[in-house]
């Protein structure tokens, strides 16, 4: 998988994951899957990334006033021509990100903060 130019500058800079974060919650699909497969490739690039999502998530959501991760999770709800493509992205997003996570508890805290949205269970 290419790596985009710049990924440190990206690092250390949440704003831009926060939007990318955001625009997965357009309703135009391209936007939609592009900003996935962006995601996709910050979380993959260093597992230390996982945390840094986490806290994008958690900016936008709580600024927004929604459930930790409801962006994504509405993807995953959607009953109207269900699109497998974003279904895969989203899933594969929130396993990496997990997968990434550095201890135990904060696994947990996010498995709990998705089965609260009724939509995930192990």
Not at 56 to 85: F, H, P, Y
Request: charged share 20%; glycine share 4%; hydrophobic share 45%.
């Amino acid at each position: 998988m290419l790596y985009v130019d710049g990924m440190n500058g990206l690092i250390s800079h949440n704003e831009t994951i926060q939007w990318l974060y955001t625009l997965v919650g357009s309703k135009f699909r391209l936007v939609v899957k592009t900003s996935l497969k962006l995601l996709l490739v910050f979380v993959e690039y260093t597992e230390s990334n996982a945390a840094l999502l986490i806290k994008a998530v958690n900016a936008v959501d709580t600024k927004r006033g929604t459930k930790l991760w409801s962006n994504v999770m509405e993807i995953l709800d959607e009953k109207d021509g269900v699109d497998t493509e974003l279904l895969v992205f989203a899933m594969t997003l929130i396993n990496k990100t997990l997968a990434g996570l550095p201890d135990q508890d904060s696994y947990y805290d996010m498995v709990d903060c998705l089965e609260e949205q009724a939509l995930f269970c192990i």
